[in-house]
């Protein structure tokens, strides 16, 4: 395995993305004539790109014929004398410039660097604590007047001392580097030689972080050691910052949580956290302060509880439980706004180990809920075209409604209820995805039975309070349309899916009762896993219905937060531990098996959980249908397939058994094989399955 420098080396060779802010800013100062000191100070968390955007600025100062120095500040910045003398040695190297032996050594340097316009670029800056009293009062002055630029990175910037003093603040610029946008994260792909499907699956699952996603590409490329490591290389990089092994505790409860004071974190910590422990913690580049708490930089938190997971599973499960009890315990006390943080951050803790193969919705998306923005009157046209794509495909829509109506209902709920409409955005404000509906109340009734009168059949006692409800009062929406941009280049219609509905559920936690109406089995299975409760049934109408509608209700309207954390634990306690179990090596032997034909009577209902509970395999192999599921899909999804399953086996039982959108010669056609061959492939590929399957329930037995 290659040490992390060399993959930050890696990351300079490449081409350099992002970055435009702040090389900008230098092409500013290189076009300035100005003689005056000027600092840029760039900082970030390990990973982020700091030495990247260091390297790219030197070369370019170089270009520009500047006399441009580099220093390393773990080895260069020590003393005042270690800098001076690496600063000589440095002109002495690079530029054949020699110092005369009775020139003194800081009159000399102070004479060269002030000779031309000239740039400093120091790394690793984390300890110039150790000769900041120095550069501030004896260094710095002497260049005030002078065209030299010095570009100092560190984990946290400059401190404050620096940014208020009346005679340095003023020429100091910031750069707090961020994470890669989608848009970068492409764009970076995009001469990886990956296959562009791989880039895709990278692109959604990656968080951003550079020195991450170098690592994946590298490992996607060579194909060499195991992906699953990755977790733990670089979140032995983050914890080189702390000292000590309690801190090392105190962040892995740190990465459970949204924030958290001192006696929240103690309350979850065998031994107690000092305050000077608390302290320390607090100074460390990944956490920032909150009026809630130190708050763990959501990368590293990611990056901390994969290892933890893969590392100690059964302590990991134990303590997210303890976590999820003391969130319910703080939700209840907090005001709405809280609320909503924490119930995004009880989502997103549960993010990763909902399904990342559902027919709506891949909760494995990076993509983060933002806050909620209100329908305006210009979002219509981009939900109206989500909708025409969605009825083409006939996703996403309430079977309560007559399909030739959806423009009409959708225009209806946009012009006379606005607020019954729900949308997602990018981070520029453009709708990605929404759901529309009526608060029920005394206005909308009567809409509700032009547009959908069958859900008044299962309404019962409610109606007649409804239709006397006033409008300020209505706390239950309806939903009845829902779409997303299918044909966004960069975003999935499955993770947008995703973002649609936890961005609605952590709206809902404000205290409201949402119902969805479905005959869709997935999204049944869906609603079941976010912790919706079914109440109640539409029976089909007519010949042409075959299917009974389902009504499904989650309700925050009684501080039922808590309920719903206790349901969350429920469906994630004996079944969370699936995605974290090895996938079974060749030649592992299994205590338990099934066929092929069993394997794929469980594809076939692996969303409905009722119909899964009553399948023999599934009892035989000892499992609630929530463990069967999440097992199933894990080894649909694994990469590299497990054995004996093969990547082409993989992709024949997804598009099979969960895409469904091609026939049994479209599918043979796809996979370039004759109808015979692939019923042939599609028989072993169930016979694999079921031998993996088998193996891997009973590796997590013996586990």
Not at 439 to 446: F, S, V
Request: glycine share 4%.
């Amino acid at each position: 395995m290659e040490s992390l420098s060399t993959e930050k080396n890696e990351i300079a060779r490449r081409q350099v993305i992002g970055f435009s802010r702040e090389m900008n800013s230098l092409e500013q100062w290189l076009a300035d004539p100005g003689r005056e000191l000027r600092l840029f100070s760039v900082s970030g968390i390990g990973g982020i790109g700091k030495t990247t955007l260091l390297t790219e600025m030197f070369h370019k100062a170089k270009q520009a014929s500047l006399l441009t120095v580099w220093l390393d500040g773990q080895s260069e910045l020590t003393t005042s004398g270690v800098f001076l003398s690496s600063l000589e040695m440095s002109l002495q190297s690079e530029y054949g410039r020699f110092r005369d032996p009775e020139v003194p050594l800081l009159p000399y340097l102070i004479a060269e660097l002030s000779k031309q316009r000239s740039v400093l670029v120091m790394d690793n800056c984390e300890r110039l604590d150790l000769i900041e009293s120095w550069l501030l009062s004896s260094f710095l002055p002497r260049l005030k007047d002078a065209g030299v630029l010095l570009v100092i990175a560190s984990r946290n910037g400059l401190p404050l001392k620096w940014r208020t003093n009346p005679l340095w603040g003023g020429r100091i610029q910031t750069f707090p580097l961020k994470l890669f946008s989608r848009e970068e994260i492409h764009e970076y792909l995009q001469d990886s030689g990956l296959e562009e499907t791989v880039q895709k699956e990278i692109a959604q699952k990656t968080e951003g972080l550079p020195l991450l996603l170098a690592t994946i590409v590298d490992w996607r490329r060579s194909r060499e050691g195991d992906v699953r490591e990755i977790p733990s290389m670089l979140s032995a990089e983050f914890l080189k910052e702390a000292a000590s092994p309690s801190l090392y505790q105190a962040l892995t409860v740190l990465s459970l949580l949204p924030a958290a004071d001192q006696p929240a974190i103690n309350l979850l910590l065998d031994e107690p956290l000092s305050a000077s422990g608390y302290f320390e913690l607090g100074k460390l580049s990944f956490i920032r302060s909150t009026p809630y708490g130190l708050s763990l930089h959501h990368v590293v938190a990611l990056l901390l509880r994969e290892e933890h997971a893969r590392r100690n599973p059964s302590q990991f499960q134990q303590l997210r439980l303890d976590v999820f009890k003391l969130l319910a315990e703080q939700f209840r006390l907090a005001d709405k706004r809280r609320q909503m943080q924490i119930a995004a951050y009880v989502l997103e803790l549960y993010r990763e180990f909902l399904p990342a193969a559902h027919a709506y919705a891949d909760f494995s998306s990076t993509l983060k809920p933002q806050e909620h923005s209100p329908y305006r009157a210009e979002d219509l046209p981009h939900l109206q075209r989500f909708l025409a794509w969605s009825i083409s495909h006939s996703d996403w829509q309430s079977e309560l409604v007559d399909p030739q109506k959806y423009h009409e209902l959708l225009e209806t709920i946009a012009a006379k209820h606005p607020e019954g409409v729900f949308v997602v955005r990018d981070p520029g404000g453009v709708p990605l995805a929404f759901c529309a509906g009526f608060w029920l109340h005394a206005g909308t009734m009567p809409l509700m039975e032009r547009y959908a009168p069958r859900l008044l059949s299962i309404l019962g006692e409610e109606a007649p309070a409804l239709r006397r409800l006033p409008a300020e009062a209505a706390d239950t929406i309806c939903v009845l349309l829902a779409a997303v941009n299918s044909r966004h280049p960069l975003y999935g219609p499955e993770e947008l899916g995703a973002l649609l509905m936890r961005q609605w559920l952590i709206f809902m936690t404000r205290g409201f009762k949402g119902i969805n109406i479905t005959a869709d089995p997935h999204l049944s299975s869906l609603f079941s896993l976010l912790g919706f409760k079914e109440t109640g049934r539409i029976k089909p109408e007519g010949p042409a219905e075959t299917e009974e509608l389902t009504r499904w209700e989650l309700d925050f309207r009684q501080a039922a937060f808590e309920e719903w954390v206790q349901n969350v634990i429920r469906q994630t306690g004996p079944a969370d531990k699936a995605p974290n179990v090895p996938l079974p090596e060749a030649g592992q032997s299994a205590s338990v098996a099934i066929d092929g034909k069993a394997a794929k009577q469980l594809l076939e209902h692996l969303y409905d959980t009722e119909q899964l509970e009553r399948i023999p395999a599934v009892r035989a192999l000892r499992l609630p249908a929530a463990a069967a599921q999440k097992y199933a899909l894990n080894l649909l999804t694994a990469e590299p397939p497990a054995y004996p399953l093969t990547k082409t086996e993989q992709q024949i039982l997804m598009a099979s058994y969960l895409q469904k959108e091609w026939n049994k010669n479209e599918l043979a056609a796809r996979f370039h094989m004759s109808r015979a061959t692939f019923y042939r492939h599609s028989r072993t590929a169930l016979e694999h399955f079921a031998l993996a399957l088998a193996r891997l329930v009973s590796n997590y037995e013996v586990r």
